[in-house]
């Protein structure tokens, strides 16, 4: 039967794919980590910074459409369940060396299932928007490293990457 340990329970027993039961599950407090990066040309860090981009603030945008996704991931990720979020907070870190932007975002909530995937969505978001918002003066940006960095609550216990 699916939903054994170890078992992927989004598929039922003839092979079709179907949204988790979570209704018997313990509520506890869980919080979910993410990080990406997005690395630009000098200028455009240099533009980012100063402010001087006719978009307007490229992080204050990118802040605000990651903490729109996360709310909206149950809506752009099949068979996620929608979580009542209690905090989202996205933050970026500027590195001139490398060109680049990190990106990081924390998701917490108190309910069923985890929110690594709320988070995952913001910083992905995020980074879209930065290169939409510079695209026009940069499109060799790229997008990097998207990956989960911390995850807490629910049965499976912490994760945090090394």
């Not at 003839?14 to 313990?26: C, N, T």
């Not at 909206?72 to 989202?88: A, F, K, N, V």
């Not at 930065?130 to 960095?149: P, S």
Request: charged share 30%.
């Amino acid at each position: 039967m699916p939903g054994g340990e170890g078992e992927f329970t989004h598929i039922d027993s003839q092979g079709r794919l179907r949204m988790v039961d979570v209704s018997e599950k313990e509520e506890s407090w869980r919080e979910g980590r993410a990080e990406c990066s997005v690395k630009v040309s000098p200028e455009t860090l240099r533009r980012i910074l100063d402010g001087s981009l006719p978009k307007g603030n490229v992080f204050e945008a990118a802040r605000l459409a990651g903490i729109m996704a996360a709310k909206r991931t149950w809506e752009l990720i099949p068979l996620c369940h929608p979580l009542q979020l209690t905090g989202i907070d996205v933050d970026f870190f500027a590195d001139r060396v490398a060109n680049e932007i990190r990106i990081q975002a924390r998701a917490k909530t108190r309910d069923r299932t985890g929110v690594e995937m709320e988070a995952l969505v913001a910083v992905t978001h995020a980074a879209l928007t930065i290169y939409d918002m510079c695209k026009a003066i940069d499109r060799g940006m790229e997008i990097q490293n998207v990956r989960l960095t911390y995850k807490s609550g629910g049965k499976s216990g912490t994760y945090e990457r090394s």
